[in-house]
């Protein structure tokens, strides 16, 4: 004799139930990780490439200080700084358009003995894989580095 209330055939419909919901935790899950993961990764990427615009500013200030006093005039000693902030840029992939060098001197003269020689590296970090981030001016961030170096009694 089948049991009889309003419990008649409960179970049947519940493992129907079960089995049109089923996959669907896997679907939501899917949909939820992608959702939070894509714009973690991106935020990963962006900070990696912000410090890595900061190790390439700092570097390359000191570079174009050290090689400026280097030099025994100073429209050489400019193009040489230039020339060590554009190499220290590229090897960290930073095109030569986003940098920007300053250089001063003090007292004016620049070649003279005890002369604090002081370059400005300043480089625009663009946001990365976005197409039109120069039409759009979207960056990162914007970096600047100062080294400072003395001018020799000796050469």
């Known amino acids: 004799m089948p049991p009889s209330g309003p419990d ?3 179970e049947d419909n519940r ?7 089923q996959g ?10 992608l959702l939070l993961m894509v714009p973690l ?4 990427i962006t900070v990696g490439q912000i ?22 005039d100073a429209a050489s000693g400019r193009a040489a700084a230039e020339q060590a902030v554009l190499l220290a840029l590229a090897d960290y992939g930073y095109e030569p358009a986003n940098a920007r060098l300053d250089t001063s001197c003090q007292p004016a003269d620049c070649t003279a003995a005890g002369s604090a020689v ?8 663009p ?6 981030s120069e039409a759009l001016h979207l960056n990162a961030s914007q970096l ?8 020799g009694r000796f050469r």
């Open 15 to 21: 493992a129907e139930d079960d089995g049109a919901e």
């Open 24 to 33: 669907s935790a896997v679907v939501e899950f899917t949909f939820l990780s």
């Open 51 to 72: 410090q890595a615009g900061s190790f390439a500013v700092v570097g390359a200030a000191d570079q174009a200080a050290k090689v400026f006093v280097a030099q025994p």
């Open 41 to 44: 990764v991106y935020f990963i």
């Open 118 to 125: 002081t370059a400005t590296v300043q480089l625009t970090v």
């Open 144 to 151: 600047t580095a100062s080294a400072t170096q003395l001018v």
């Open 127 to 132: 946001l990365p894989f976005v197409p039109f």
């Open 8 to 10: 008649n055939g409960s």
